[in-house]
């Protein structure tokens, strides 16, 4: 079965603009229930009211970091009928290691909380909820957002591509839990998802955006594309693990090619 096809209600965390509101948009055009969260209340009453029913919306800066368990249990008490959480929150910051005025020691905590620490805490505290929905014999589905700067490093951007390579490399150990879970229901039912991007128009390149450099693929182009894999059904029967477009999906090709290749043959697929 595809992604797009076992949704019921989705969960996704940083939604209020870019690629989260469009998945958020196009998951509630197909007939799902929606739940969309981000720190901006202006932008969540504006997308709740434009898109009606079959939504609701929560305020949630997710770097408060002691209140993240909390807050996700009361999204799930609220909607336990949430079988797929889509984590979106990132950004990038450009800066030279080895020039410290070009940064302060709070821009990378906050960047390293968003990006890494806070999903952490968030993959910890919804994973239980999916996995007992999939204990039913459910679909449930847990989805990241990775870059292809996780795969080939840009050192332009040093903090945010090793947020990134962390990420992939939690929905890699992320995989290796759920098929070492004793639960076989939770085995077959329970995916792990990457989607990996490459540069795209969203306000993500606010801080940095250069008309003489390198442009970014249209949002709708990489919609359309995402949405077109999220409806399909791996090899295997189940979902495909990664969901990668344009440039993204060359990056990560060489991994799972190479890395991927080597850890199914030693038996720790992931
Ligand atoms: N656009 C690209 O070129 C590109 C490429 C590869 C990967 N990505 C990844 O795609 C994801 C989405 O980015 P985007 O391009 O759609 O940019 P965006 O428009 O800036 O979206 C970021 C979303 O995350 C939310 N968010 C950020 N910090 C948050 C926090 N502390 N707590 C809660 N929500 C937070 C924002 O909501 P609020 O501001 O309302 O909190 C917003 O909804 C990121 O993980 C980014 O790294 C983007």
Redesign the pocket.
Known sequence: MSITSTIKTILI?????????QFARRLHAMGKKVII????AE?LSFLKAELGTKIDAYQ????DLDKVSSRASEITTAHPDTNSIFI?????SILNFLDPSTSTDAKIIAECN??VT?QMLLTRAFMPHLASVAAKGLPASYLL?????GFVPNGTFPV?VAT?AAIHALAVALRQNVSKDKNQNVKNNLSVVEVV?????????KEFRNPAGPQ?MPLEEFMENAMAQLALMGEDGKPPKEVAVGS?QLRLGLWRNSVGKYMKEVGMEG
């Open positions: 965390v940083g939604a209020t603009s870019g690629l989260g509101e969260t981000g720190r901006r932008r949630w800066d997710i770097t979106m929150p990132g950004f990038g968003t990006n806070a957002m990775g870059s292809g700067m945010y990134k991007a490459p540069y795209v128009a969203t306000d993500f390149d970014p993204a």
